[in-house]
């Protein structure tokens, strides 16, 4: 079955690549523009994640961004005949697709769901059959992206097109190769497929060359709370010859149009050698809004203003970190840190306020208010980069996470845009708020208490709250069944989410609830079998489910089973390890240290021969966000050496500096920041202060630290042979448990490695 579907892939493939080569070069190729990239930003390779085996892709996109921003814009592809029957790259970009249907200003960044892709732009040339022009062929050869700029040459449209973007506005620039009719087609109910935006509007004043457009998008998570709201104003720098518009019902002379297909198409007469520059400001309020957050951050400025302010706002970002490495390892190292400093989403406009969970207009006062938290994910990792490097985004997630309860009633677990999408489960917010209280950030760590116990209860259906929160109380697991699916799973996360609120509320002073969030993180060893040595479903009358250690989740999808119903995204096997929260307790459970170092070992030994693999297996995969953390659980097994192995086995065989190189969905930049720790060799323990030490494949680096200090890391003797750690110092002392705390970090100083070929 395996190597049939293998067959359908490359077949799949090679078939867009064949039909989609018919590839015309038009009239003359405009030049591409030179450009000077900064330091840090030069080494960012944004198609990194972009390719590759479909539902292994990174999911990422080489869209034009600023740092956190809402607007990236950028190429939405096709294969040939526009017609998609695999799942592919959800950012809208997949590399091996060889068309694109234009330029649309948002998605999310490496996730599993397909939103945004709003308002986008198509270039024309020529009489039109069709006022709403179909795909273009492009070839990668004449296609760039650098941090805060994407541009491609379209011969089919004559067209060398250009994108930059600020936080909340896009600057297009169309430079046109031919004496034809240049066009530039506005579909304001563009989205991620035909059920991607709804009740679309548009209206062009010809004689002020502006236009208005809204639509309400309706995609993967945008559709779970009844849609969001996203307004439009564009202006151009040419004079609009003549105006087409198309709907549904067909083409008509009108300046405006309406409904599920409404666009409209912005003739410009002979534009050769010349350039169209569209600016466009979108706002999720109102039409007002969304010019005044043009004006405000791109105002009068052109685009290669615009472009240099997106470039240095990327090189201020990336230069929080400046390593010493190999070419290879460098663009590697800063491409993660890019993917992971695209999201969250700035949400606040240009007057500081922001649609929130409510729907209604709110001030973001002191902060900026972010959403697009794919928190199941980034709880692991990502939101402690923020902490070390970038604090003040941290500090905005918080703010907003709190905002986001206060009108909704329970903390989101994955906020989309102003709503809940219920995607995934547990409370993974639970974990950030007690990290961040433990490394000194500032924020209401009462008011978030209060709410990660709302959080914690099945009092808000329909909402972010755990599902069986009475049933996980009552048995002290979830009981298969009685439980739809993922008992296994959400038993094991509740128990690690219950450790993190227990922290907390025993750092604030409350005695009695920590005792009992405390006893409750214990409810994992509930589903634990002591002869078969895994957690396994458990149903109410105390027996056990039917257990296939070597059955993932992922063949109940190809095969149509449901052996691992009990399971998230994986296996027993993958979930075996996650117990975060008490790893010595987990070590006795398997009998000690000597079985459990054997188990982990052999599971890191089945990761599959090639990243990224068709089957990822039932062993190791860092595509599983559950999975991530393994490699350190050596450490407190007593063998450093093997976490030492394994991280840079990781490092270098599951990240590369190709269209692939992320080994699965990057969810929010984790497993982008899972690289930029690892490679600095250390890695936090999520929902604790606490770092593990691993074995950095740099040869040193320098990270800006919150009051002015810097941490230098020194690695001496590093090299592909070299991964053992044969010392490790913190400003002279010894590390001798492999571990090391924030307060440790944050104060600064040098932490000294010294490698060596030998344990």
């Known amino acids: 079955m395996l190597r049939l579907l293998r067959y359908f892939i490359s077949l799949f493939i090679a078939f867009e690549m064949l039909f989609g080569s018919a590839y015309a070069r038009g009239d003359g190729k405009a030049a591409f523009p030179e450009y000077d990239v900064g330091e840090h930003s030069s080494y960012v390779n944004a198609f990194i994640g972009t390719g590759g085996i479909p539902w292994m892709c990174g999911m990422v996109s080489p869209a034009a961004c600023a740092p956190f921003g809402c607007v990236r814009v950028g190429p939405d592809t096709c294969p040939a005949g526009n017609s998609v029957n695999v799942k592919t790259n959800t950012s809208g970009y997949y590399y091996e697709y060889r068309h694109i249907l234009g330029f649309s200003l948002g998605r999310l960044s490496g996730t599993g769901a397909r939103d945004y892709e709003m308002f986008r732009v198509t270039p024309a040339a020529g009489k039109t059959l069709s006022a709403k022009p179909g795909p ?98 564009a202006e151009w720098d040419a004079p609009v010859t003549s105006v087409a518009a198309h709907t549904a019902e067909g083409d008509t002379d009108a300046a405006s149009a309406a409904g599920e297909e409404a666009g409209v198409l912005l003739r410009f007469g002979n534009q050769k050698g010349k350039s169209v520059t569209l600016r466009m400001g979108i706002s999720f309020l109102s039409y007002d809004n969304a010019k005044e957050n043009l004006l405000a951050e791109i105002g009068d400025r052109d685009f290669d203003a615009v472009r240099q302010a997106a470039a240095d706002a990327w090189e201020d970002r990336l230069s929080a970190v400046s390593v010493d490495a190999d070419d290879d390892v460098k663009t590697v190292f800063y491409t993660a840190l890019y993917h992971a400093m695209i999201m969250p989403t700035d949400f606040t406009e240009a007057d500081g306020t922001y649609r929130g969970f409510d729907g209604e207009a709110h001030a973001a006062e002191g902060y900026a208010y972010r959403t697009d938290i794919s928190l199941w994910d980034t709880a692991r990792c990502v939101h402690s980069l923020y902490t070390l490097i970038a604090p003040d985004a941290q500090n905005d997630c918080l703010q907003s996470l709190l905002a986001m309860a206060e009108q909704g009633g329970v903390l989101p677990r994955w906020p989309m845009g102003s709503g809940y999408t219920g995607s995934m489960f547990g409370n993974p917010a639970n974990l950030v708020f007690t990290e961040s209280y433990l490394k000194g950030l500032d924020f209401d760590a009462e008011a978030a208490y209060a709410y990660m116990k709302a959080s914690s209860t099945g009092e808000h259906p329909g909402k972010d709250c755990r599902e069986g929160a009475a049933l996980y109380e009552e048995y002290g697991y979830l009981p298969d069944d009685l439980t739809d699916r993922q008992s296994v799973s959400k038993t094991l996360e509740y128990a690690w989410e219950d450790a993190a609120t227990a922290t907390l509320a025993q750092a604030l002073g409350h005695e009695d609830e920590a005792a009992l969030y405390r006893e409750r993180s214990t409810y994992y060893k509930n589903l634990w079998d002591p002869d078969a040595k895994y957690f396994r479903a458990k149903n109410s009358d105390g027996s056990w489910g039917k257990l296939y250690p070597q059955h993932s989740s992922f063949y109940d999808d190809i095969f149509g089973t449901k052996l691992s119903k009990p399971y998230c995204e994986g296996s027993a096997r993958h979930w075996r390890w996650s117990v975060q929260q008490d790893i010595p307790a987990l070590i ?135 991964v053992y750690v044969s010392s490790v110092t913190l400003n002279g002392e010894p590390l001798t448990d492999f571990t090391v705390t924030h307060a440790q970090l944050a104060e600064g100083g040098t932490l000294a490695f010294t490698m060596s070929a030998k344990p």
């Open 136 to 233: 273009l062929a492009y070839s990668h050869k004449d296609e760039k992206a650098s941090p805060g700029y994407y541009a491609v040459y379209l011969p089919g449209a004559a067209a060398l097109c250009e994108m930059t973007a600020a936080s909340h506005a896009a600057a297009e620039r169309y430079t046109f190769a031919t004496d034809k009719e240049a066009a530039l087609y506005i579909d304001a109910c563009s989205g991620v497929d035909d059920d991607g935006a709804k009740d679309g509007r548009i209206a062009v004043d010809v004689s002020a060359n502006c236009l208005t457009a809204y639509c309400r998008l309706t995609g993967a998570f945008s559709d779970r709370y009844g849609g969001l709201p996203v307004y439009l104003y």
């Open 588 to 722: 006795e459970l398997f009998g000690g240290k000597e079985t459990f170092v054997k188990e982990l070992n052999k599971f890191m030994e089945d990761a599959s021969c090639g990243s990224p693999a068709v089957d990822p297996g039932t062993g190791y995969w860092i595509g599983n966000q559950h999975d991530i953390h393994t490699p350190y659980l050596f450490i407190d097994a007593g063998r450093p050496d093997l976490t030492q192995k394994w991280v840079r086995w990781t490092l270098s065989e599951r990240f590369s500096n190709d269209i692939d190189g992320l080994d699965g969905n990057d969810d929010g930049g984790t497993l982008s920041a899972w690289y930029a720790f690892s490679a600095l060799g250390f890695y936090p323990v999520a929902g604790t202060d606490r770092y593990w030490i691993g074995s950095p494949c740099v040869d040193g680096a320098e990270l800006a630290l919150p009051g002015g200090k810097t941490l230098t890391v020194t690695v001496a003797d590093q090299s592909p042979k070299n």
